[in-house]
T-cell receptor, first 111, second 116 residues
Framework: QKEVEQDPGPLSVPEGAIVSLNCTYS??????FMWYRQYSRKGPELLMY??SSGNKEDGRFTAQVDKSSKYISLFIRDSQPSDSATYLC???????????WGAGTKLIIKP | NAGVTQTPKFQVLKTGQSMTLQCAQD?????MYWYRQDPGMGLRLIYY???????DKGEVPNGYNVSRLNKREFSLRLESAAPSQTSVYFC???????????????FGEGSRLTVL
C-alpha cells in the first residue's frame, strides 16, 4: 500500500463548479501538507502549503487537513478552464524534508 | 529569472547507451533533486544533494549516478540505459538550509527520455 493515495481521475467538471480534490495517507506523523499544480508538459509548482491541521484559503483555493482521518483536500471555487491541470499532493515529516507524493489527479474544466 | 533549467528536453536512446541530463538553477538554492515521473506512480526521488559536495540516494537510485558539479549544477547520468528508464525526469531545487525555508521545491520543465 502506498503511503499517500490519490485518485488519478480524470475528473471532468463544468466551468464555475466547485472542485474537490483529495488525498489519504497512512503515516500519522506527517505534519506538512502541500498541493502542487502541474500543467501539461511542465514541472509541478507549489499551489498551497499547510502545517498540521486546519484550513488555509488563498483566493479561489482552500486547503483542508483532517489529521484524525488522515485526509487532505483541495477545494477550487468558481473553477476556470485555466485550472485544468494535474494536482499532486505531497507531505512530509517535521524532522525530514523529503516529500512523499501522491500520484496526482488530472482535472479537466469544461467551458 | 530562469529558475531551474534542464537539458535536453527530449532524448531517444537505444538500450545500453549512456547519457547525462543536465540541470542548473539560478536561485542560489542549497539543495537539488532528481525525480522521475511515470503514469500512475507520481514523483519518485532518484537522488538528491542537500548541499554542494554531498549526494544521497533516494527511493529509486539503481541505474543512475549523479554529480553535484557546483552550487548551481546537478547532473544525472544513465550509464547503460534500459527500457525501464523510459520516463520524464525532473530536476528541482529548494532553499533548504537557508533562512525562511518552507520546504517548497522549484521544478524544471522536465526531460522526456525514451529508451528503445
Amino acid at each position: 500500500q502506498k503511503e499517500v493515495e490519490q485518485d488519478p481521475g480524470p475528473l471532468s467538471v463544468p466551468e464555475g463548479a466547485i472542485v474537490s480534490l483529495n488525498c489519504t495517507y497512512s503515516n500519522s506523523a506527517f505534519q506538512y501538507f502541500m498541493w502542487y499544480r502541474q500543467y501539461s508538459r511542465k514541472g509541478p509548482e507549489l499551489l498551497m502549503y499547510t502545517y498540521s491541521s486546519g484550513n488555509k484559503e488563498d483566493g479561489r483555493f482552500t486547503a483542508q487537513v483532517d489529521k484524525s482521518s488522515k485526509y487532505i483536500s483541495l477545494f477550487i471555487r468558481d473553477s476556470q478552464p485555466s485550472d485544468s491541470a494535474t494536482y499532486l499532493c505531497a507531505m512530509r515529516l517535521d524532522s525530514n524534508y523529503q516529500l512523499i507524493w501522491g500520484a496526482g489527479t488530472k482535472l479537466i474544466i469544461k467551458p | 529569472n530562469a529558475g531551474v533549467t534542464q537539458t535536453p528536453k527530449f532524448q531517444v536512446l537505444k538500450t545500453g547507451q549512456s547519457m547525462t541530463l543536465q540541470c542548473a538553477q539560478d536561485m542560489n538554492h542549497n539543495s537539488m533533486y532528481w525525480y522521475r515521473q511515470d503514469p500512475g506512480m507520481g514523483l519518485r526521488l532518484i537522488y538528491y544533494s542537500a548541499s554542494e559536495g554531498t549526494t544521497d540516494k533516494g527511493e529509486v537510485p539503481n541505474g543512475y549516478n549523479v554529480s553535484r558539479l557546483n552550487k548551481r549544477e546537478f547532473s544525472l547520468r544513465l550509464e547503460s540505459a534500459a527500457p525501464s528508464q523510459t520516463s520524464v525526469y525532473f530536476c528541482a531545487s529548494s532553499a533548504k538550509g537557508l533562512a525562511g525555508y518552507t520546504g517548497e521545491l522549484f521544478f524544471g520543465e522536465g526531460s522526456r527520455l525514451t529508451v528503445l
